[in-house]
């Protein structure tokens, strides 16, 4: 009993540093997250002002279903905002963290890899913002001609907006994830190929449970996504 408690006395002494190191690196993230929250949350009248009119909602009726959806409003803009702020200085942070694990090649060709994490990021949100109004357009073009009348959650309205917009940000990642992992001979070439179609699968499964239900959409996000993944392989052949 004893020495197992010296062992595990010795394994906490061992690792303390790299939790306190974690731990620091956790609040200065969240820390920072909490300021671009705040600012998310003081603005979110022009935030939502500009978001609505990108989206040019002619012939729908938005609305207020609750007077205490300003308050959730707010706060959605501030965790969108708080999300966007943090994304590059998790990246950043993550990269410090495992520089002393690896080697300067490996440490440079994850570095290289942050420049097109970012701009996938950007891109991804673009695209999920641009689907979402694409379907707004149709979706309200129909409606016109068939003189129907619609009444939208504001709320929910924009909650499908900033999640379908964060996710395809996400999920435009996956790209810069694969590329180091097969490039230092974490995952075979060969083993990624063989698992094409079951990729596809969760791709799609992804793809469905995205806020957009209607078929185009899910074509619409799902063959980018599918894209990226063959282009990934089609960059990385020389290494199977």
């Known amino acids: 009993m004893k020495e197992s408690s010296l062992e595990l006395q010795a394994i906490i002494t061992r690792y303390m540093p790299y939790l306190m190191e974690i731990r620091k690196r956790l609040l200065f993230i969240a820390a920072l997250f909490l300021i671009g929250a705040t600012v998310g949350f003081i603005y979110f009248e022009p935030i939502i002002k500009t978001v609505m009119k990108f989206y040019d909602l002619k012939g729908l009726n938005i609305v207020f279903t609750s007077p205490f959806q300003f308050i959730n409003l707010s706060i959605?803009?501030?965790?969108?905002?708080?999300?966007?702020?943090?994304?590059?200085?998790?990246?950043?942070?993550?990269?410090?963290?495992?520089?002393p694990?690896?080697?300067?090649k490996e440490y440079?060709?994850?570095i290289s890899s942050v420049p097109t994490s970012l701009f996938l990021f950007l891109v991804g949100f673009g695209f999920g913002s641009w689907i979402m109004k694409f379907v707004v357009s149709v979706f309200s073009q129909q409606s016109s001609e068939l003189h129907?009348?619609?009444?939208?959650?504001i709320q929910n309205f924009l909650e499908n907006i900033f999640l379908t917009s964060l996710l395809m940000g996400i999920l435009f990642q996956f790209p810069v994830i694969l590329t180091p992992l097969i490039r230092l001979k974490v995952i075979k070439y060969s083993t990624i190929v063989n698992w094409r179609?079951?990729?596809?699968?969760?791709?799609?499964?992804f793809t469905i449970m995205m806020p957009p239900t209607d078929i185009l959409s899910d074509c619409l996000i799902f063959f980018p996504l599918a894209f990226l993944f063959e282009i990934t392989l089609l960059l990385n052949r020389r290494y199977r």
């Open 108 to 110: 440079r060709l994850v």
């Open 148 to 153: 129907i009348q619609n009444l939208w959650d």
């Open 197 to 205: 179609l079951p990729i596809y699968v969760i791709l799609l499964i």
């Open 76 to 99: 959605d803009a501030a965790v969108t905002i708080g999300i966007i702020v943090v994304f590059p200085v998790i990246l950043y942070q993550l990269l410090s963290f495992l520089k």
């Open 101 to 104: 694990a690896l080697k300067e």
